[in-house]
């Protein structure tokens, strides 16, 4: 069984069949206890250039695209 890891983003810039995809998270302190959110950007493929800037999508792991491609999108939700 193969497990893909998921995310789901806001697409913050665009390139021809490349989309930047932020992902934000919640961590909590180990010692304060205080939630903070965390954010990285993660470089998506887009084969028909679908997405514009603002969408809300889900990116999917996949095999090295390129330099910095590991991802690509599976779904626009909105």
Do not use: C
């Not at 302190?29 to 493929?45: G, L, Q």
């Not at 514009?52 to 792991?61: A, F, H, R, S, T």
């Amino acid at each position: 069984m193969i497990i893909k890891h998921k995310k789901v983003g806001i697409v913050v810039s665009r390139s021809d069949k490349t989309a930047y995809v932020l992902v934000e998270r919640f961590v909590t302190h180990k010692k304060y206890k205080k939630k903070y959110r965390v954010s990285k950007k993660f470089a998506a493929h887009d084969e028909k250039n679908e997405s514009k800037i603002g969408d809300l999508v889900q990116i999917v792991e996949t095999r090295p695209i390129s330099k910095l491609k590991r991802w690509k999108i599976v779904d626009k939700t909105i």
